[in-house]
């Protein structure tokens, strides 16, 4: 049995549920978003956290009460009947024989591995409609590069850390970038703006070698 999260004080409207893994953070939120409470307003899922803001007039000890009850299912198993989003990829990426080299595959088979998984979307930030996506994988986990790019076009689909992500604009950024995607982030037209908001599984395809 895993340990209960801490839940930590966060302002005079919100709780810090602090988990030990992004799994964890992931499942968790999905568990509580499948509460389908009034007592919550806003849930926002990080790297190792869950935020989570009350509803107006919700008492903050309601809320850690409800927050105390949540129980996540095994990791990923919260997910499986959600819709899959399948992102085409191209993989040119320049870093992608470093890639190959940190992970001691080669590049055909990071290609392999990156294709052959299903990811899914921890949390957004960094930029409107970034998510940090993770995968099955752990060939795949390879560090940021020694120096950040002053700019990352938009679309380059990168690795760094535990990560997976999407560039939804142009940007500085450190990730190894492995490929690139004609995919639009982040729509203000679109009912909810990120198309991958958290808990989003996705799917990487490739296109156009």
């Not at 895993?2 to 988990?19: C, F, I, T």
């Not at 982040?186 to 990487?204: E, H, K």
């Amino acid at each position: 049995m895993s340990a209960a999260p801490a839940l930590l004080p966060y302002g005079d409207r919100a709780v810090l549920v602090e988990l030990g893994s992004t799994e964890a953070a992931v499942d968790y939120a999905v568990a509580l978003r499948d509460r389908d409470t009034l007592l919550v307003d806003e849930v926002v899922p990080a790297a190792r956290t869950v935020l989570v803001v009350a509803a107006e007039g919700t008492a903050l000890a309601d809320l850690r009460a409800l927050l105390a009850d949540v129980a996540p299912a095994s990791a990923g198993a919260a997910a499986t009947d959600q819709p899959v989003v399948e992102v085409a990829v191209t993989y040119d990426g320049e870093d992608l024989a470093d890639v190959a080299r940190l992970t001691g595959l080669s590049e055909r088979e990071v290609v392999a591995a990156h294709t052959g998984q299903e990811w899914r979307v921890a949390f957004g930030g960094f930029a409107p409609g970034f998510g940090y996506l993770i995968g099955e994988d752990e060939r795949l986990h390879v560090p940021r590069r020694g120096e950040s790019r002053t700019r990352v076009p938009a679309g380059a689909v990168g690795l760094a850390g535990e990560y997976s992500g999407i560039y939804p604009r142009s940007s500085p950024g450190g990730w190894q970038l492995i490929g690139r995607t004609d995919v639009t982030l982040w729509d203000l037209d679109r009912d909810p703006p990120a198309l991958l908001a958290p808990g989003t599984r996705v799917r990487f395809v490739e296109v156009g070698r």
